[in-house]
């Protein structure tokens, strides 16, 4: 490690998670790199999590805690931001944890090359119902240094694939290059909030590194299979599509193809969720079916989309076709969902 050692923030939204952010925390303040800054962003959560917190600044002097009136993930993110002081800033998602030498790594490897991000792989854990954790999967291991926008362009596809890209969690951040650009995320939007962030991000860099450890794990729950629509969802998906595809288009066209691909995706999920989540009517469902196939942006997105692979050749297929294509298409893809957990 450098002798060097700037102050890293780390940066936790706190909504709802007392079963797990104590793991959480531990993880942050047991860090073998010292020099951190934790700010943990209580977003008016309604459970024990504000006292817990609190009682974690009590221990541990490097702790701040921030309460708000609940207003959602980003706006946490972001009051998190504006009151880091940090040189540099790292996000991590309240049910989640990580390795002990996640920053002590992620720093070493942002001095040595000058780097304005860092990204490192993670793992993917499973929580079960007893509380055990199961590891499902890992990112592919990288060592890579780019010191040119146009060559990390030119590889970032390959990146994409391995689902290095869209968290935010996985990556160590130079402040004054994320407040230079002014990213920030999407206050309101409850999916896709770190792309939103960190593409304009992307399309400015320079310098970036990519570490070979897996060094965050990123914890899913089980049983959580089946889908809940809300109208936000569709909301979100089209809104951070907006944002980010001419971004895109400027600053690495023949990813836009992919990033289409990823809004089809998000939209034949709507559609979906609404037949998997069986709370709903059917006039709901038909009414949100309607919302979402008359949509002025979508209606012009898939006359002009590639679509990659059967699901979303489908989707795009009935979404030209109307309401009544995607009402068969939300109800068939949640069929087979259930079918297939039986």
């Known amino acids: 490690m ?15 998670v007392e079963r797990y952010l104590d793991r959480c925390v531990s993880s942050i303040v047991d860090q073998t790199y010292r020099n951190l800054e934790i700010i943990l962003v209580d977003d008016g959560s309604p459970d024990d999590c504000p006292r817990m917190c609190d009682a974690w600044a009590a221990k541990d002097t490097r702790v701040t805690v921030i309460h708000q009136t609940n207003a959602g993930v ?4 972001n009051h998190g931001i504006d009151e880091a002081h940090g040189e ?12 002990p030498d996640l920053v002590e790594t992620l720093v070493a490897r942002a001095i040595t090359d000058d780097a304005q ?3 490192c792989g993670y793992e993917t854990n499973t929580l079960q119902p007893d509380g055990s954790l199961t590891k499902t999967d890992e990112t592919r291991s990288f060592d890579l240094t780019f010191v040119e926008n146009t060559v990390f362009a030119a590889e970032f596809a390959e990146l994409a694939a391995e689902r290095y890209v869209y968290p935010s969690w996985n990556k160590l951040f130079r402040t004054d290059f994320v407040r230079t650009v002014g990213a920030r995320f999407p206050v309101g939007v409850v999916a896709d909030e770190d792309s939103y962030f960190d593409f304009p991000l992307y399309a400015a860099v320079e310098r970036v590194s990519v570490v070979p450890d897996w060094l965050y794990h990123y914890v899913v729950r089980s049983g959580s299979a089946a889908g809940h629509y809300q109208p936000a969802l569709f909301d979100s998906h089209k809104a951070v599509w907006e944002y980010v595809s001419p971004i895109i288009a400027r600053w690495n066209p023949p990813f836009a193809v992919v990033f289409d691909n990823l809004f089809l995706g998000g939209v034949g999920l709507c559609l979906n969720f609404l037949y998997e989540d069986r709370s709903r009517s059917g006039r709901y469902r038909r009414e949100q079916v309607r919302v979402i196939a008359d949509d002025a942006t979508v209606r012009d997105f898939v006359r002009k989309v590639r679509p990659i692979g059967s699901r979303n050749k489908l989707a795009a297929m009935c979404l030209c076709g109307g309401t009544v294509p995607c009402r068969f298409y939300g109800w068939s893809i949640a069929t087979l969902k259930r079918l297939r957990r039986r």
């Open 2 to 16: 450098s002798e060097r050692q700037p102050l890293v923030s780390v940066i936790v939204p706190v909504y709802g």
């Open 74 to 77: 980003s706006a946490a993110r």
């Open 88 to 99: 540099y800033l790292y996000f991590v998602d309240a049910d989640d944890f990580a390795e």
């Open 117 to 119: 991000i860092v990204f």
